[in-house]
């Protein structure tokens, strides 16, 4: 325990008694966001990001430990464990790295060394090994019917020697350390008829790169086209310095007699290009996928934190709408409460063309209703919808509406699934899509818990990753979220409710069911009334779950029901009362905070109790923007070079920014292209949903590619820019033909590429990725979009 309380402690910047508090809390069954808000005295203040890493660590490290002892135990029953090999156990970091090490100690029963002692080759070996002999006379007298003559009695003694030599630890890490310095990856096209299929890794036919200095970007996306069986890849290095490395740790130059020097080198060269070298090139593979999955997922974290976070646009009466073409466009009008009120079909293009009929309907609705703003999704024929209502609102001025582009990513997933059955059971499915569109504008981090995050896309090749981890880490993210911002327990669906501290998707349900039956809480106590609902649950959700206008004041706030006698306390200093004090400045300000800390509530407590006062459920999202496209740029062959243009982010990658200007194909601002300084880190500069001034660099409508910039027109370029390579690479398109080098054409498979669709099936609809508005709600990354 000691152990892992001092490594927690140096990877998280803390101090030891702050990790033990912490996981003292976690194993007692405290969630991180219920210890970040409400548990500052006992963790000394570690916030949510560190509670987090901590928490995702911990659960690492004590399977690493584990393993650790095991691997220990098995050594020291083969008599196996030396000083040496218990240092390098001890100091390996990764479970993969651990693996590494007992690798040639792991007992091997099939194994042709281990049958070969078993026939009783060993002492021959041991004879060629530290006895100047010739090899066969090491052999003398020696019969067995599984190896009846020389030669395979020799081949079988040289596996012996090869897993006694890979034993040797030491040896072979330095062997990995010594290859990896000149280790490239190169990729060849699987095969001539892969040509055609597989023409989005075209890029990648002939490549090569330096495997310590390949992005994990373009390395995942390699590993794609070699998962979808388009490329051939190899880790290739150089042998020469191994081999002599090898020669020279067991002094085979000076092997006598003649014979005997022979067959080990010839042993020797086995040893590295048979036994080792394969080993080294799984490993050094394995351990940058490792590090470019980590990578990928981070960003996916990001990138889905500020979406989730993104602008509601709050309680405004939405026609949600659900671009079609030959299915017709469906319409969905949703109140300020996220009902539906109506819904309809209209079918402005082709066949039917009842693009009259269309702006009725619509006109209709938006007056009976008395519509505020009008959510069209994203996918096939948006931008076509988006003029018919831009003509039915130039038609019905007085209406005073506002339209915005909504992401529609997932909203298939969503209208088929379990949950959108129950909440809408006597709409259709196509209907549900456009109900989902106008709720997402209202409230995106209320419609989006109910999909999978995995599906709403806003990542690096999430489909690449491993799968279990990433779905670990964006559930984490949404619950940080969801707790950040809380949830009105009486209108909550069970989805948002099963992302509270403390609470699953079992009580949720159970919350859900309590309030159908027995009408709206008025006050949180009454949440111990809900069936398996019990104190220690209480206690973990409470604070995140709002009561407006119930018979409790403080219920509205984050300010946790165990602090409501400090609330007290102040007030009858103060000679007000709870509902007075709420809100009020003036009175706040006046409060000292260290004057009411005490054994029972710190420091950190009365602070965060006095500023929730001050500013009670104060939502931490942005205020509601929406980004102008330009009415008469709606396709990329419509775009210039040097055309300025608004845009909303989309995604935000490792070399770059993908922004939305409205024609139907995001544009990639890459990362030398986003400031006029030097940038190492896109997501310091740039954050999904943000609006943005773009220019257009380069425009190439075959390939459906838009290059973008940020930067101010004539700017100097950033003093410190990427390597030309790198930055033909990403940005410009331009391709070198030289084979067996890296190429000059940014590879395709570092793009998040985005379908266009005719035609959109109910059940899992191809998604585009034009996001605008209300700001980044979601792309398809990678080559592959989300369904």
Known sequence: MTDLVQQLAREIAVRPEQVEAAIRLIDEGSSVPFIARYRKEVTQGLDDIQLRQLDTRLAYLRDLFERREKVLESLTEQSKLTDDLKARIFAAETKNALEEIYAPYRPKRTSKSFKAREAGLGDAADKILNEQIEPAEALAGFSHEDYPDTESQLDAIQHIIIDDWAQNISLTAELKETFAKTAELKSTVASDEKKEVGKKFRDYFDFSENLNKIPSHRLLAMLRGRQENVLGLKVDGQDDAPLVRVETEYDLEAAQPQSRRDYLKQTAKLFWLGKVRPAIEHSLLTEKRLAAEAEAM??????????????????????????????????????????????????????????????????????????DLIAIGNGTASRETEAVVAEMMAENADLKLTRVSVSEAGASVYSASELASNELPDLDVSIRGAVSIARRLQDPLAELVKIDPKSIGVGQYQHDVN???????????????????????????????????????SIAQQIVEYRKENGRFDNRQALKNVPRLGERTFEQSAGFLRIQEGSEPLDASSVHPESYGLVNKIVEAKATTVKDIIGNTEIIRQVKAEDFADDQFGLPTVQDVLSELEKPGRDPRPEFRTAKFREDITEVSQLTEGLKLEGVVTNVTNFGAFVDVGVHQDGLVHISELANEFVADPHKVVKPGQIVQVRVLTVDAERNRVNLSMRAEGAEAPAKRQPRREQNNESRGERKPQAKRPQQSRPQGDRPQRQTNQHKPQAAKPQENKIGGLGALLLQAGIKGSK
């Open 298 to 371: 981070d960003v996916f974290a990001e990138n889905l934190r500020h979406l989730l976070l993104s602008a509601p646009a709050g309680a405004r009466c939405t026609l949600g709408v659900d671009p079609g073409i030959r299915t017709g466009v469906k319409l969905a009008v949703v109140n300020q409460s996220g009902d539906v009120v109506a819904h309809s079909t209209i079918y402005p293009f082709a066949p039917k063309e009842d693009k009259a009929g269309s702006i009725a309907e619509l006109a209709r609705l938006c007056r009976e209703f008395s519509v």
């Open 467 to 505: 799968q279990a981890s990433l779905a670990k880490t964006l559930d984490a993210v949404v619950e940080d979220c969801v707790n950040a911002v809380g949830v009105d327990v009486n209108t909550a669906s069970p989805a948002i409710l099963g992302y509270i501290a403390g609470l699953n998707k």
